[in-house]
């Protein structure tokens, strides 16, 4: 593993640590659209989305300017502590008041994009049985 893949691992196993950032998941929909689009377009995405909501000195609603759905960018921007200026500050170390550099918002594309694969690669959470109501018939034969 080279030094720039240790440091996302090592910040994979902190954010596992957290109960806030490891309870995001991919919805169905937003792992439909990763899978879909690949993985190319994906990183497109998240740089894009980076550098309009995250990478600006000054954002006039830091704090609340990634929707908690719509794009699995987003879903893995709250997983990943790249949401906002703030959290990335928090986690990250990056000062917020002054635009990222070009290492700072391609350390937050690698963490999100990273965060797609892993969760593409998780199995699907399994879709729980539902338990028949009262004077439904709990067969389907
Ligand atoms: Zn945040």
């Not at 000062?95 to 999100?112: D, F, H, N, Q, Y």
């Amino acid at each position: 593993m080279n030094d720039e893949e240790a440091r996302f691992a090592d910040a994979f196993r902190r954010l596992s640590a957290s109960g806030f950032r490891s309870r995001f998941r991919l919805s169905q929909k937003d792992r439909l659209t990763a899978e879909l689009k690949g993985e190319a377009v994906i990183e497109a995405h998240a740089r894009a989305i980076v550098a309009d909501r995250l990478a600006p000195g000054e954002i006039p609603n830091d704090g609340r300017q990634t929707p908690f759905r719509g794009h699995p960018v987003f879903t893995a921007q709250h997983a990943t502590a790249c949401c906002c200026r703030q959290c990335f500050s928090k986690w990250w170390h990056v000062p917020a008041g002054r635009p990222l550099s070009k290492k700072e918002a391609e350390w937050a594309v690698g963490l999100i994009t990273r965060w797609i694969s892993r969760e593409l690669r998780r199995p699907e959470d399994p879709v729980r049985p539902r338990r028949p109501k009262r004077g439904e018939s709990g067969s389907l034969f």
